[in-house]
């Protein structure tokens, strides 16, 4: 027999602090429900903390980060890398680019860094 496909609390989560959301890798059920094609990439947002940096940039539980700052998201790892890359540049916004239902959004996130 196959082996099912993995079910959403089996896959790779990522918690990022600065900006205090919570992502994990998709799950076949996630483009199933979607009905995005079974090559779609990005991390899938789990949680938003309430006031965040990342809920004040219309960050929303269930967008689908599939880039951060032009540069492709293909899961939590490589979103991991990319908000690493940005906690040490600290720039004055983060481009966001999710998949929200139909629609494509871009966000601009402006953290106000801890020294």
């Known amino acids: 027999l196959a082996r099912s496909p993995r079910l959403a609390r089996e896959m790779k989560k990522y918690r990022n602090d ?8 998709l799950s076949f059920f996630d483009a199933a ?30 967008d689908l980060v599939v880039a951060v700052d032009g540069q492709s998201v293909d899961g939590v790892e490589s979103l991991r890398k ?5 906690a040490a540049r600290r720039p004055v916004v983060v481009t966001v ?3 929200r239902g139909v629609r494509t959004a871009f966000l601009e996130l402006e953290p106000a860094w801890k020294n």
């Open 33 to 62: 429900d979607e009905q995005w094609p079974e090559d779609q990439r990005g991390a899938l947002i789990e949680d938003v903390k309430p006031g965040s940096w990342a809920e004040l940039g219309s960050l929303n539980v269930g």
């Open 97 to 99: 680019k999710v998949l």
């Open 18 to 25: 600065d900006f205090e959301f919570t992502a994990r890798d």
């Open 82 to 86: 990319l908000m690493e890359q940005i």
